[in-house]
């Protein structure tokens, strides 16, 4: 029995992009082949998800309210979209997270649809074990999403030029990377996946 792949793409939003709220520096350079990869999958009839930030304007995760961060990905804003560039099919599942003013949360398993439905079970109902994950920030959403999945027993496969980090002390996001492999995650190339990647 093979696994059923999908892509996760975590948080292509304006405000990590370079000129954000919380810009990662060369967030953007990602797109191009993060759109790559959204089309490869298209092709391969695999699900495409994706995940956004979506503050309110007071919560915990903001520095001036006790967090880390400044505000960024504030629900409804410009610096909450999407990147422009960024290529989302028709249908493609959205998940939000960050909207409880209480918690200070990164993972993409604690986001949740329009319909309050959150990522594992969504991916249960497509059958999904096996995560493919690209996006921002490699040091923060990308690392909780990735060992949470590793938790819940899925393969997790990172794409590593595909990913940028916040970088808030140098190294963070090769750190990172050596814990979600330390952790079961395989990292590999976007490039080249067309070979290896199942078909649905
Ligand atoms: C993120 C910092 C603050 C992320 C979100 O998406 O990686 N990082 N909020
Ligand atoms: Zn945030």
Request: hydrophobic fraction near 35%.
């Given at each position: 029995?093979?696994?059923?792949?999908?892509?996760?793409?975590v948080d292509v939003q304006n405000d990590f992009c370079p000129g954000g709220a919380l810009g990662v520096?060369?967030?953007?350079?990602?797109?191009?082949?993060?759109?790559?990869?959204?089309?490869?999958?298209?092709?391969?009839s695999l699900p495409v998800i994706f995940?956004?930030?979506?503050?309110?304007?007071?919560?915990?995760?903001?520095?001036?309210?006790?967090?880390?961060?400044?505000?960024?990905?504030?629900?409804?804003?410009?610096?909450?979209r999407f990147h422009s560039d960024l290529e989302i099919p028709k249908g493609a599942i959205v998940l939000?997270?960050?909207?409880?003013?209480?918690?200070?949360?990164y993972s993409g398993f604690q986001a949740f649809t329009e319909n309050?439905?959150?990522?594992?079970?969504a991916l249960h109902e497509l059958g999904v074990d096996e995560l493919f994950i690209c996006g921002l920030a490699t040091d923060y959403c990308v690392r909780a999403t990735t060992l949470d999945g590793l938790r819940r027993g899925m393969t997790v496969r990172v794409?590593?030029?595909?990913?940028?980090?916040?970088?808030?002390?140098?190294?963070?996001s090769e750190m990172a990377v050596k814990?979600?492999?330390?952790?079961?995650?395989?990292?590999?190339?976007?490039?080249?996946?067309?070979?290896?990647l199942p078909k649905a």
């Open positions: 029995m093979g696994q059923r792949a999908a892509l996760l793409v520096p060369h967030g953007d350079a990602i797109i191009p082949r993060t759109n790559r990869t959204i089309a490869l999958f298209q092709r391969r995940t956004r930030d979506w503050h309110p304007k007071v919560t915990k995760h903001f520095k001036e309210f006790g967090g880390a961060w400044p505000p960024h990905c504030i629900q409804g804003t410009k610096g909450a939000s997270k960050g909207m409880d003013p209480e918690v200070d949360s309050g439905r959150d990522l594992e079970s794409l590593r030029d595909a990913i940028r980090g916040v970088e808030v002390k140098p190294g963070d814990e979600m492999r330390a952790n079961g995650a395989h990292l590999l190339e976007s490039r080249g996946l067309a070979k290896i």
